[in-house]
């Protein structure tokens, strides 16, 4: 007998949260086991991790402990930062690299978020530092093949692009990918970074239709931004991105993975680690799972 399928909006509800993932940068005033218990008290099994924090846990005892627990890990930030100029410097990113895959197929991660690099010091070339991308691709792809793990490009919004990522849109980050197998390299769809793009409900099916969507990663976009800009992100519901459209077109497009919140945010940080999950769980419930 065939699986029935979700025939309505509280089957089609039930489906959609399971795939509801807590980024650890959401609630990094929690250390990892206080994570990894609180999400499986709040019944949440998807969370996405981060390099430093799970290697100062260690990784194989972190990867025991979200297993033991039941959850998933969705992914694991970040590897890349390929834009050097100086040889060492590119030779210690690759190697970097090479061990932040190793870590993510330990943990259980099929996927590697990259943040690609800025311009190196008083370089102008955008062209000569994406390429750079394409050549560290070339090295660490198949590498990451061979460990089970895919290399997930993140564009990052565009005031970025000088200090932390030349790959400012979806279709930058596509143009990279492109060149190598989907298996391979895929992309992520960031509504913090890209809302602002015309063509991003374009890009999101050229994405899906390639089956390049690694990642879909949620965040609201909040004014005024920030000293520095990197601890801007707002609670969803908070900003100016439409959550649910997004939600919605990369469904459309054929994703059907994990949707992971990721929340740099100190005012979050200062909060009991519990009540800013279950905050997130009904501001996700309210502007991103139900239909219009």
Request: net charge negative; glycine share 10%; aromatic share 6%.
């Amino acid at each position: 007998m065939s699986s029935a399928l979700p025939t309505g909006p509280e089957e089609e509800d039930e489906a959609l949260f399971s795939r509801f993932s807590i980024n650890q940068q959401t609630i990094k005033q929690w250390p990892l086991p206080e994570l990894v218990d609180g999400c499986a008290k709040a019944g949440v099994r998807g969370v996405g991790l981060w390099r430093a924090p799970v290697q100062e846990y260690g990784v194989a005892a972190a990867a025991r402990l979200v297993r033991d627990a039941g959850l998933t890990v969705t992914s694991l930030c970040r590897g890349g930062f390929f834009t050097a100029l100086d040889t060492k410097e590119r030779a210690d990113a690759l190697a970097d690299n090479r061990t932040a895959i190793e870590e993510a197929a330990t943990l259980g991660t099929d996927t590697l978020v990259l943040v690609s690099g800025g311009l190196p010091p008083g370089s102008r070339d955008l062209h000569g530092a994406r390429e750079r991308i394409a050549d560290a691709l070339a090295e660490l792809a198949p590498h990451a093949a061979a460990a089970g793990v895919r290399l997930a490009l993140e564009p990052l919004h565009p005031m970025y692009a000088a200090d932390r990522c030349v790959v400012s849109t979806l279709a930058q980050a596509l143009a990279l990918a492109e060149r190598f197998p989907a298996e391979q390299v895929g992309v992520v769809v960031d509504t913090y970074h890209l809302w602002w793009d015309d063509t991003i409900g374009a890009q999101i099916g050229r994405a899906g239709a390639g089956g390049r969507i690694a990642a879909f990663q949620l965040a609201d976009w909040v004014t005024p931004l920030p000293a520095g800009v990197l601890l801007g992100r707002g609670q969803l519901g908070d900003g100016a991105v439409d959550l649910r459209w997004f939600r919605e077109q990369v469904d459309a497009a054929g994703y059907r993975g994990p949707v992971e919140v990721e929340i740099f945010n100190p005012e979050l940080w200062e909060r009991p680690g519990a009540e800013v999950l279950a905050e997130v769980v009904e501001r996700f419930t309210r502007h991103v799972m139900h239909a219009r």
